[in-house]
């Protein structure tokens, strides 16, 4: 089975092509409707206007509306325009059933000056994607600030999610909005209009109370996927975006199978207004008797008055306009600045998960796949681009310009893309013939040369992996300045943030190259996995997602063996998977999911983290080679199709010849993780019994609120040969015993050698004591070392171990060399540190870290040697940041020094030592440092660097300035996005905690006005307060609260007052012992 499929395998691009041309061509009667549509291409010459009558006159008017006032922009015949069209705005209803009056797509002074009421706006993102990249980025760089904690990882999403919504907020606010406007976004949704008004303090009319009513139903409603009666085979696709109106109009036509008789065809669309529609088979033109739209699911359903038969081949014309939007989904704009720093905007779009559907009416579900020939209608000087290269290009009346796009291949709908802007590129061919470009904002095209690196050689690379080449003609990267997720695969057209994929030489730190590197590896396994093969539905995005932040390891891994990254997955996927698994609010990897609000939910840590963490035990369970036979098998198998986990599974069992699906459901199905509890025996004189239990793993040491089983791949290493592997078993019950052989009575046993096991360990005592030496003479490999550090950091912190016991163990790790072993211990020292902060100790902890840490600065200077490995330049920057904070006064002067000639440009800091210097500046710094600083961040206009030194403001000593480290958050001058991350850098300081906790108490109305939505304000709740910990202060939050209520806050309110308790316990559990373990170290 597996020669076949190699046999059929694909080896060039361009056969990949003509292959795929062949099995898509479709027997398409489109001639005619191609002349229609040329047609209608050609009146293009002239821009939509933004008004257009409803398609039904039969509802009143419910709202009138205030014109907002006239804009020097805005012709006298668009404002009356305006008037028309706000007489036929009203509250859109939710109930499917009723039949919603079109919207309108407004022009930009409307626009505008709604963006008050749409602040809930905030609310609407909110339940947008959770971005895993930004949150990985951004939980790297913060940990680097950070003076006493760290970010749990377990946070990191929701801080990614919201750097994102704030974003989306500051954009309204500093530009767009027209103050002291207040008016109604026709183009609000329901929910949006509700908030406007809640925050409004206004009571809600019946009406709308009715309709909330109807909403609550309609949400109860079972979700159910889109009919299959009628399919569609092949889009003609044409937009034409407005970039200054903020308009778009679209026609599209569609080749459609209708497979049984019906009078609707119904189909996705939202926030979009289909202006007209027919139907043409055989010699019939069909048009709907009514369009019926449903808010709720999303839909747009066609209803004919006569019955199509069934087997029809029909094609389906649709025009249709919507509104270029700024919240980053479906077809949006993105500002940027011209060469007078003048605003302009681009076109971008932003489908995934279920957002197509805002940009042009389609069947919008992953298993729904057809074939796109789009084109786009331009300025002329504008670069458009889509998933293919361009076929055809011809001027326009007008300035414009219209560009058609070759066929793209099968594909689901949320892959679609088209940009249009101003771009420089860089271009280069892989080593199989794949053009390959970087789009870079104008006059930063060198910024693209790395990306472009690294992409010309994954696609080779994975061509050989995957044993089957890359799909496509060609590549684009393009970074874009407004984009909320970290990057998306869509095929052929990758879509960045700028922080994901350009490059700043002098500016950019290794940390960051690093995750570009992986991200650009990740998105290109996509192409592969997720856009040739696609999830049948949402529920099974782990398998898109999940294995291909796997695979960017391995991708890296083989381009930058320097990076020694696959010791850093472990830091970076895997312990923040079990960090977050172990919370009673977890999910599964696999959860039923329907409506988008719910799809969107998925996108976390569960799906990224845990995906990959459990696909790299599967990897080392199976063995590489039969994992990549597999995953040939599967991919061939299933190329331009759908498929669900078991699909996966199949595959991998048959290549393997293993019971991968038995051995996988458990870690899919179940939410959490055990923790295998082991203790030894020994029997004779060089054989010893382990005895091995598994139960769920609790954060809180609590017993779990489930009873499951894992099939629990186990491997055992010994001293005898620390790098091997001394036996493999399965644990697929609650306990058992294993003999193991040639184990003499010192030697010592290491459960799940390499960190691969997705589970934790808990041994003996006495089998802990025989590890401790083999750590100190780094007898056991750095994987091992890292993995027994954070079990026991774990154990702690469920109250299964003592402090003392586990800053005992760290202490043995003082020789360590590893970087990742390192980031391991400080992520969870500067857990501790939190705890110490409430206590007398601070000083014995600081010396205690100085000890730790000064042997490995030593080693490893300021200065980079010649040919330094790329892991030491990293470990250089966390460890001297550690020794900032530890109060090195040695480090802390060097580090003064460096910063000053950095200041007067002598000798500029190189990128990865910056946050250190800056640190330790600013840690004893007075006024003027902070008024340099703040020279400092007006002088950059490279994102990177206002984020390090905005970030690093956060580490003030003084209170005085922590509270003007706060109002510079506050004044706007730091973007919104950015602001709250400052904030929270103030509010973990322990100097600024208390400060920061009066200032919220003072101003939470003011807050609450700004941050609008409970989302935002939650995420700064929560690390305002879960850093006490005390009694006294867990009831003074709650007291606060429970006067002060914050909606949308209640449930971040009691877990962090939970956290608060937890850290009381912990602290009353282990202080006495810390003291004494602390000054005994003196
Ligand atoms: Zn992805």
Redesign the pocket.
């Known amino acids: 089975m597996y020669k076949n499929a190699l046999k059929g395998g694909i080896r060039t691009a361009k056969q990949a092509w003509k292959l795929k041309n062949e099995l898509g061509k479709l027997q398409l009667d489109l001639a005619k409707a191609n002349s229609d549509f040329e047609q209608h291409l050609c009146e293009a010459g002239r821009y939509i206007q933004s008004c257009y009558l409803p398609a039904t006159t039969t509802q009143k008017p419910l709202l009138l509306l205030k014109t907002p006032g006239d804009n020097k922009s805005s012709s006298s015949s668009k404002h009356d325009c305006n008037i028309v069209a706000n007489h036929y705005l009203r509250t859109p209803v939710v109930n499917p059933l009723v039949q919603l009056p079109p919207k309108r797509a407004a022009d930009k002074t409307t626009i505008n000056t709604h963006f008050r009421a749409e602040s809930g706006h905030l609310n609407a993102l909110i339940s947008s994607k959770q971005f895993v990249k930004v949150q990985k980025q951004f939980y790297r760089d913060y940990s680097c600030v950070s003076l006493g904690a760290p970010l749990k990882s377990s946070d990191a999403p929701l801080l990614g999610d919201l750097c994102s919504q704030y974003r989306a907020i500051l954009a309204h606010t500093s530009a767009d909005v027209v103050s002291g406007q207040d008016i109604h976004h026709p183009g609000c949704n329901y929910q949006q209009t509700r908030r406007a008004h809640q925050q409004q303090s206004q009571p809600l009319s019946k009406e709308q109370e009715q309709l909330e009513q109807e909403r609550k139903m309609a949400q109860k409603a079972k979700f159910e996927r889109l009919p299959t009666n009628v399919v569609p085979k092949h889009y003609e696709l044409l937009l034409q975006p407005n970039l200054q109106e903020f308009t778009f109009k679209g026609k599209t036509i569609v080749q459609v199978n209708v497979k049984e008789p019906t009078t609707q065809i119904t189909l996705n669309a939202l926030d979009i207004v289909i202006d007209a529609v027919e139907l043409h088979y055989e010699c019939s033109k069909l048009k709907p008797e009514k369009i019926v739209y449903s808010a709720e699911n999303e839909t747009a359903t066609l209803e004919f008055d006569q019955e199509i038969p069934a087997e029809t081949q029909g094609v389906l014309h649709m025009s249709f306009t919507g509104e270029l939007n700024d919240k980053m989904k479906g077809f949006y704009r993105s500002k940027y600045f011209g060469p007078n720093g003048e605003e302009r905007y681009a076109g971008v779009t932003q489908f995934e998960a279920t957002d197509a559907r805002r940009c042009f009416p389609c069947w919008d579900e992953p298993a729904i796949k057809a074939t796109f020939d789009i084109t786009l209608v331009v300025p002329k000087d504008r670069v458009a681009l889509s998933n293919m290269p361009v076929v055809k290009e011809d001027s326009l009346p007008d300035d414009l310009r219209r560009v058609r796009f070759d066929r793209t291949p099968i594909m689901s709908t949320y892959l679609v893309a088209v940009v249009v802007g101003e771009y420089d590129y860089v271009e280069g061919k892989s080593d199989d013939g794949v053009l390959v470009r970087v789009f870079t904002p104008v006059g930063k095209r060198e910024q693209g040369t790395f990306a472009l690196e690294v992409a010309t050689k994954v696609l080779p690379y994975y061509k050989d992996y995957f044993n089957i080449a890359y799909p496509l003609p060609k590549m684009d990267l393009i970074a874009i300045s407004d984009f909320s997720a970290g990057a998306m ?1 869509n095929w052929g057209l990758v879509t960045y943030r700028e922080t994901f994929v350009l490059v700043d030489p002098k500016n950019t730190s290794l940390m960051r190259k690093q995750s570009i590197a992986l991200t650009v590896g ?2 290109i396994a ?1 192409q592969w996995f ?1 856009n040739l093969v696609t999830m049948e539905w949402w529920t099974h995005l782990w398998l ?2 999940g294995y ?2 796997f695979v960017e390891f391995l991708c890296v891994h083989h381009l930058f063996p320097e990076y020694d990254i696959w010791t850093q997955f472990v830091t970076d996927m895997y312990t923040r998977a079990l960090e977050l698994d172990s919370l009673k609010n977890s999910h599964p990897i696999e959860v039923p999911v329907g409506h988008p609000s719910e799809i969107d939910e998925i996108f976390d840590e569960i799906s ?1 983290n845990k995906g990959a963490s459990v696909i790299r035990m599967l990897h080392d369970y199976i063995g590489e080679d039969d994992f990549r036979k597999g995953m040939n098998l599967y991919l061939t198998r299933h190329q331009y199709g759908n498929t669900c986990t078991e699909d996966l599974w199949a595959a991998l069992q048959e290549a393997s010849s293993k019971n991968v699906g038995e051995v996988m459901t458990s870690w899919t199905q179940h939410k959490g993780f055990p923790v295998v509890s082991v203790e030894s025996e020994q029997t004779s004189k060089n054989q010893r019994l382990l005895r091995l239990k598994q139960c769920k793993f609790t954060a809180d040491g609590s017993p779990a609120d489930e009873n499951c089983l894992w099939v629990v791949p186990i491997s055992v290493s010994t001293s005898k040969n620390p790098t091997g592997i001394a036996k493999t078993f399965l644990l697929d019950k609650p306990s058992m015993e294993v003999t193991l052989e040639n184990v003499d009575e010192g030697d010592w046993i290491k459960i799940n050698p390499g960190t691969v096991g997705y589970y934790r360990t808990r041994y003996s005592n006495k089998m802990l004591e025989q590890l401790m030496p083999a750590v100190e003479k780094m007898e056991l490999p750095p994987l091992d070392r890292l993995g027994l550090i954070d079990d026991m950091f774990a154990m702690v912190q469920a109250g299964h171990a003592n402090t003392a016991e586990v800053l005992e163990l760290v202490d043995s790790y003082r020789n360590e060399t590893n970087y990742t072993v390192w980031t391991a211990i400080t992520n969870s020292l500067t857990n501790l540190h939190i705890l110490i902060s409430h206590t007398d100790l601070m000083d014995d902890f600081h010396r205690f870290g100085r000890n730790l840490y000064e042997p490995v600065a030593y080693r490893l200077g300021w200065e980079p040697r010649d040919g330094e490995n790329h892991l030491d330049t990293l470990l250089r920057s966390l460890v001297l940041t550690r020794l900032v904070s530890f109060r090195s006064n040695e480090i802390i002067g060097e580090a003064k020094n460096r910063f000053r000639s950095h200041v007067s440009g002598t000798n500029p800091l190189p990128a990865d030592l910056r946050t250190t210097c800056y640190k330790a500046v600013l840690q004893d710094g007075d006024e003027q440092i902070f008024e340099e600083m703040l020279n400092l961040y007006r002088a950059t206009d490279l994102h990177e660097e206002q984020d390090r030194i905005s970030r690093a403001l956060g580490c003030c000593g003084d209170v005085k300035l922590l509270r003007r480290v706060i109002d510079f958050a506050m004044s706007g001058e730091v973007r919104a996005q950015d602001a709250v991350f400052v904030i929270v850098a103030v509010a973990i300081n322990p100097k600024g905690r208390d400060m920061a906790w009066e200032f919220f108490k003072e101003n939470n109305k003011q807050l609450l006005e700004r941050y609008q939505g409970g989302f935002l304000l939650s995420r700064l709740i929560k690390y305002l307060i879960e850093n006490f910990a005390s009694e006294e202060k867990a009831k003074e939050v709650e007291e606060f609260f429970q006067v002060n209520q914050i909606p949308g806050c209640e449930r971040t309110v009691s877990q962090a007052v939970e956290t608060i308790r937890l850290n009381a316990a912990w602290l009353q559990r282990d202080r006495a012992q810390l003291a004494l373990f602390l000054r005994d170290d003196e």
């Open positions: 695969e990740h998105e996509h997720g898109n997602e291909a932040s990224y």
